[in-house]
């Protein structure tokens, strides 16, 4: 069984979505592992983030990161990172496919950083790394 950290950014959590996300992952058929709700320090977004340091949004990103409680959630499934990226749709909110998290519920709203609602690691290399950054 493979596993993997989803977030609820900080835009899902103000706007009440947990909640509807929390449900479509449940509603696939994987499992909450764990969850803990908090605001991500600017240390634990670099590490996390590592990859886009230098790119003109890394700084809005982290910025918007910091700007309020993430859910973040330990979810296990056969297949579940591939999984859980299919039910988030692809990073732009107002290209994603409709049924999707972000093509559903997310917009472009102008801003430097893309508000998609949600995180999901990419690979298990990155879903091992960043468990263990968010769960310890
Ligand atoms: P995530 O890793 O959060 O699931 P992703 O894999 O779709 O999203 P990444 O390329 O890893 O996207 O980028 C991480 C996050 O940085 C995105 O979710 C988005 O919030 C922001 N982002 C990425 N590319 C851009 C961009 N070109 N302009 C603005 N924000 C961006």
Redesign the pocket.
């Given at each position: 069984i493979e596993e993997t950290l989803v977030?609820v950014?900080p835009d899902g959590v103000k706007r009440q979505l947990t909640g509807e996300i929390l449900s479509r992952i449940e509603r696939k058929g994987y499992e909450i592992v764990d969850i803990r709700k908090f605001t991500p320090e600017r240390e634990l977004l670099a590490a996390h983030?590592a990859?886009?340091e230098g790119?003109?949004?890394y700084e809005?990103?982290v910025e918007?990161m910091m700007s309020g409680d993430v859910v973040a959630v330990r979810v296990a499934g056969d297949r579940v990172i591939e999984g859980f990226?299919s039910l988030?749709g692809?990073?732009d909110p107002t290209t994603a496919a409709p049924g999707t998290i972000r093509g559903d519920l997310g917009r472009d709203w102008g801003l430097?950083?893309?508000?998609?609602l949600?995180?999901?690691s990419?690979s298990v290399e990155s879903a091992q790394r960043e468990l263990g950054l968010w769960f310890g």
């Open positions: 977030l950014k983030y990859e886009h790119k003109p949004f809005p990103l918007f990226r988030a692809t990073t430097k950083v893309q508000q998609n949600v995180h999901g990419d």
